[in-house]
């Protein structure tokens, strides 16, 4: 069935760090996916996309990555800050319709 | 832009209190909006896709009569937990989506508790 995993629960790293969060999906059907950043009591908020015509997308500090090959997403988050503290969730959309979210990982940022 | 309004952001009520939550998007209409449930620690389970002026669609497991969708115009949805009970406690959260090709935008939830 559908399935979007991630490989780390947790990753902590120090302020100024570059931080890598891997996601993998098992669809390969699955043509769009999201990176959404929530923090603690909040909903998920937008940070970055990519359509599966593409393999790289920059944002302002995120990049994701996309390797269809081998299922596999990924959010680099350049010069770390504490501010990004938060659970990050990868999601997969399939034919535009409903979002398949992934179980999440924790973002630690230590000043 | 792109601002979902989830409200209200906390409610606790007693056993068999029903419960209406809304979603509004402020800035942009909405042809779709979702309605998530979120149990702690975990990742966004969907209950139903709501389309703007038709029935909801719900997800396998979800009593379409225990959770009421109504999406009355492109900028509001609602949420209606009939007759809580504890089991009902969770984090609910919406999205809104202005087009098929657009990425969910999503409210800060609410957290219901039932006593």
């Known amino acids: 069935g559908e399935n979007v995993g991630l490989h780390l629960p947790t990753l902590s790293v120090q302020e100024g760090d570059n931080s890598i969060i891997n996601c993998a999906y098992s669809?390969?059907?699955?043509?769009?996916f999201i990176w959404y950043k929530q923090e603690s009591g909040k909903g998920p908020q937008f940070i970055i996309d990519i359509r599966s015509n593409m393999d790289k997308r920059q944002g302002q500090r995120v990049t994701v990555l996309l390797n269809k090959t081998v299922k596999h997403l990924s959010l680099q988050i350049a010069a770390t800050q504490p501010g990004d503290s938060a659970v990050y969730f990868c999601?997969?959309?399939?034919?535009?319709?409903?979002?398949?979210f992934g179980t999440g990982t924790r973002l630690l940022v230590s000043p | 832009g792109a601002v979902v309004s989830q409200h209200p952001s906390r409610v606790i009520c007693k056993s068999g209190t029903s419960v209406k939550i809304e979603c509004r998007s402020l800035?942009?209409?909405?042809?779709?909006m979702f309605w998530y449930r979120q149990f702690p620690k975990q990742s966004l389970m969907l209950m139903a896709t709501?389309?703007?002026?038709?029935?909801?669609?719900?997800e396998q497991g979800v009593e379409k009569d225990k959770f009421l969708i109504n999406h009355a115009s492109l900028t509001l949805s609602t949420l209606t937990v009939t007759s809580a009970h504890p089991e009902d406690s969770s984090f609910y959260i919406c999205?809104?989506?202005?087009?098929?090709?657009?990425?969910?935008?999503f409210g800060d939830g609410t957290r219901l508790s039932i006593l």
């Open positions: 709501s389309n703007e002026g038709s029935k909801a669609t719900y």
């Open positions: 999205s809104a989506r202005g087009g098929q090709d657009q990425p969910q935008h």
């Open positions: 669809n390969s059907a699955s043509d769009y």
């Open positions: 800035d942009f209409q909405a042809t779709t």
């Open positions: 999601a997969e959309n399939i034919g535009f319709q409903k979002l398949v």
